[in-house]
């Protein structure tokens, strides 16, 4: 069965640091989504793509964090600096497209310390 | 901005019951409303998904209502088992652009 490839699935890394996180969406599926979730929460969404073109980042802060998805396939995510306030457990997803079921990874638990 | 709340944060139930999950949102005008599972240091689940026009959805034990005038949706657990026992996250989207703002979510465990 097809299903959202993420990786690491656990980094654990020091303050001040770079960090990077890895989605592979499912075959043939144009959106992608960036997740935030910290512990006890819902959910926040960081970034949506359409193909390799950024739809909504709104919410992401962008002095520290960035997202690319070149090709139009996998994605990455990256924290530099890394701060303790990122802790939490990133999620990527996808959907055939906008408007669609979104299919979540397993995601990857960042701790900073 | 749509915000989305549920209520109790956790739910505690022995093995058998019937039981109801909560998620309230504050705009109405929703494109769809879906119900996840998650279960502890996983990623997310869909249960059920329903669109803005359908009033409710059915998966096995699983039964969810949409009342978009009073801003609401319910999860129906039918027969809660111990393998039940996760967090359930409801999550609005307002529109085909397909951005979904989540509740924080209900943790249910069902003792056997």
């Known amino acids: 069965e097809a299903e959202v490839a993420q990786s690491p699935r656990y980094k654990i890394t020091e303050k001040s640091q770079a960090v990077a996180f890895w989605c592979d969406p499912i075959?043939?599926?144009?959106?992608l989504y960036w997740y935030r979730q910290i512990l006890g929460q819902g959910p926040e969404l960081l970034v949506q793509?359409?193909?390799?073109?950024?739809?909504?980042d709104s919410q992401l802060p962008k002095d520290r964090f960035s997202a690319e998805r070149l090709k139009g396939v996998d994605s990455t995510l990256k924290i530099q600096p890394a701060e303790l306030g990122d802790s939490a457990m990133y999620l990527c997803?996808?959907?055939?497209?906008?408007?669609?079921?979104?299919?979540f990874g397993q995601g990857t638990r960042l701790t900073v310390v | 901005k749509q915000e989305v709340t549920q209520i109790p944060a956790a739910l505690s139930v022995p093995e058998g019951e019937n039981l109801v999950l909560n998620c309230s949102f504050t705009?109405?005008?929703?494109?769809?409303l879906q119900w996840f599972r998650q279960d502890p240091g996983k990623g997310l689940t869909s249960l059920l998904l329903i669109q803005s026009s359908q009033r409710e959805q059915t998966s096995g034990r699983l039964n969810a209502s949409l009342d978009k005038s009073s801003g609401r949706s319910t999860l129906y657990i039918a027969a809660s088992q111990p393998g039940d026992s996760a967090t359930y996250l409801c999550?609005?989207?307002?529109?085909?652009?397909?951005?979904?703002?989540f509740g924080d979510g209900t943790t249910l465990t069902v003792k056997p």
């Open positions: 075959s043939g599926h144009a959106t």
């Open positions: 997803a996808s959907s055939l497209r906008q408007g669609l079921v979104a299919f």
């Open positions: 793509f359409q193909d390799e073109s950024v739809v909504d």
């Open positions: 705009d109405s005008a929703i494109y769809n």
């Open positions: 999550a609005a989207r307002l529109d085909t652009a397909g951005k979904s703002t």
